[in-house]
């Protein structure tokens, strides 16, 4: 997609379209696509920017420490605006990160080609990190070698009660993909074909399935991890976890 382009709300899983068919727009602002939501006239809309803002130190984060050292390679299907592919990628993981919604996908293009150019990123990082566009459970299904990790980062339910906003962008994404219907067809794909599968969770939500191995915790998020040794090789890059 390109700026100018007007993008429909619709549900990111499949055949759950949940907009009211008001368009957002795709609007080229500071040599990169922005995202604007209908209704907000000229505020400044949400894009991709590397490296992500982070508080934590790369090899101590608890998303590191949920893959653990004998992972080699992760696939993230649930992409957004790329801020855990970049920290995974930061850690030392290669990653391929998949996003299926075209205009959160070009955002990502063009965040990352942007701070590419402006000499953002470190070398290492970028040969080590992809980003594109397509169907998680097709790249799922692609997985073909041991000591591989996937990363679901599904859309939050919505919060029983109420709580304060989350941050603008999750606000924009929740509005224009909805509802999330597939991410427990997303787990049951990745446990069979990866050796370790790390879900994303609110910390009081229930788990997506309940036999989770281990979780780590923080202030914010639960990381559940559901494991298949059956899939793990006999490498990785030292010790275990």
């Known amino acids: 997609m390109r700026a100018g382009d007007r993008v429909e709300a619709s549900g990111r899983g499949r055949g759950a ?17 922005e995202l604007r939501p209908p209704g907000e006239g000229g505020r400044t809309g949400i894009r991709a920017v590397f490296p992500p803002d982070s508080r934590s130190a790369p090899g101590r984060s608890p998303l590191a420490r949920a893959f653990g050292k004998r992972i080699l390679r992760i696939l993230d299907p649930t992409a957004g605006l790329g801020a855990d592919a970049y920290r995974l ?11 299926r919604h075209p205009a959160v996908s070009a955002l990502l293009e063009s965040g990352w080609a942007s701070d590419r150019a402006m000499g953002r990123i470190p070398h290492e990082i970028a040969e080590r990190l992809e980003f594109l566009h397509g169907e ?27 709580k304060a906003l989350p941050k603008r962008e999750l606000q924009v994404l929740r509005q ?56 793990m090789g006999s490498g990785g890059r030292g010790g275990s976890s």
Do not use: H, Q
Request: proline fraction near 8%; charge should be positive; avoid cysteine.
């Open 17 to 33: 379209a949940t907009g009211n068919g008001e368009a957002f727009r795709l609007v080229e602002a500071g040599g990169r696509l």
């Open 89 to 99: 990628a930061e850690s030392g993981y290669r990653v391929r990160a998949v996003e």
């Open 176 to 231: 224009l993909l909805g509802e999330e219907t597939d991410a427990t067809e997303l787990l049951d794909a990745a446990r069979v074909r990866a050796a370790r599968v790390v879900v994303k969770r609110p910390r009081r939500a229930p788990p997506l399935r309940p036999d989770v191995d281990f979780a780590l915790s923080t202030k914010l998020v639960r990381l559940d991890v559901y494991m298949n040794p059956r899939n």
């Open 136 to 162: 998680g459970l097709d790249e799922i299904a692609r997985i073909d070698s041991p000591d591989v990790g996937v990363y679901l980062d599904p859309m939050y339910p919505r919060p029983r009660r109420n």
